[in-house]
C-alpha cells in the first residue's frame, strides 16, 4: 500500500501505446498504474478465473501480475477505472527496453526515439541494434516451454494483441575504494538493486 498511497508522485512512463491509456509507475518503481476502458474492465472481469488458476499454477509466468481493478469518481461524476499490475521491471535500471510482438511490420521507432533512455523500442529496432538473448539450453527450454503456456491461455481466453517486454542491462563493474584505501569492483544485482562482488555476480548469472 505505500508503494502506491501517501504523498509520493507517480512516476510517467514512456510508452509507444496507440491506445490513448495513462500509464504511470508508482515512485518506488515496483508497480505500474494503467487506466482502462468499460469494455477492458469487463473483460478482464470475465477472465479472471482462468487468470487466476493459471497464475497459481505456473509461478514464472510471464504474463502480467494484476493487484486490482478499481474505480473513481470526481466531483463532476466523472469515472476513471485503473488497474494495478506488479512492474516487470526498473525500467530506469535497464539500458534498452523492448515490446516484442513476433512482427517486424510497422515495429520499428524513430532513430529520435532510440537514443531516449526508458523508450521502450520494437521488434525491428532490436534486429537493428543487434541485441542476443544467450539463456543457455536449460534456461532457454524453460523459457520457451512458459511463454508456450503463456500464449495457450491467452489463445483460449481470445486475446490477440499480446507482447513480450524485454529489458536490457548491460553488465558493468563499478570501481569502489573502501575504507582500508584497497579497490575492488561491483556489479549491479538486478533482481535485488543491490551492488554485489563479482563471485557472488558470477553465482547468480548460474541461477
Do not use: W
Not at 55 to 74: A, I, P, T, Y
Not at 120 to 138: A, E, F, H, T
Amino acid at each position: 500500500m505505500s508503494s502506491v498511497c501517501g504523498r509520493h508522485n507517480y512516476l510517467e512512463f514512456t510508452t509507444n501505446s496507440k491506445s490513448g491509456q495513462f500509464f504511470f509507475f508508482s515512485h518506488d518503481g515496483k508497480y505500474l498504474i494503467k487506466s482502462v476502458s468499460v469494455p477492458e474492465r469487463r473483460f478482464l472481469s470475465k477472465i479472471l478465473p482462468s487468470y487466476y488458476r493459471h497464475m497459481v499454477d505456473n509461478k514464472h509466468s510471464r504474463m502480467c501480475r494484476f493487484c486490482g481493478l478499481h474505480r473513481v469518481e470526481f466531483p463532476n461524476k466523472k469515472k476513471m477505472r485503473f488497474v494495478i499490475m506488479e512492474s516487470v521491471f526498473d525500467v530506469a535500471m535497464a539500458d534498452r527496453v523492448y515490446d516484442l510482438k513476433g512482427s517486424t511490420a510497422g515495429r520499428i521507432s524513430t532513430p529520435q526515439n532510440r537514443i531516449k533512455r526508458g523508450y521502450v523500442m520494437k521488434d525491428q529496432d532490436i534486429k537493428d541494434l543487434g541485441d542476443v538473448l544467450n539463456l543457455g539450453r536449460v534456461r532457454k527450454r524453460a523459457f520457451l516451454d512458459q511463454l508456450t503456456k503463456d500464449a495457450q491461455l491467452m489463445n483460449e481466453l481470445n486475446i490477440m494483441d499480446y507482447s513480450l517486454l524485454l529489458g536490457i542491462v548491460e553488465e558493468k563493474a563499478l570501481k569502489v575504494e573502501m575504507r582500508d584505501g584497497s579497490i575492488v569492483y561491483k556489479y549491479i544485482d538486478v533482481d535485488h538493486h543491490e551492488m554485489v562482488d563479482y563471485e557472488e555476480a558470477e553465482r547468480l548469472k548460474e541461477k
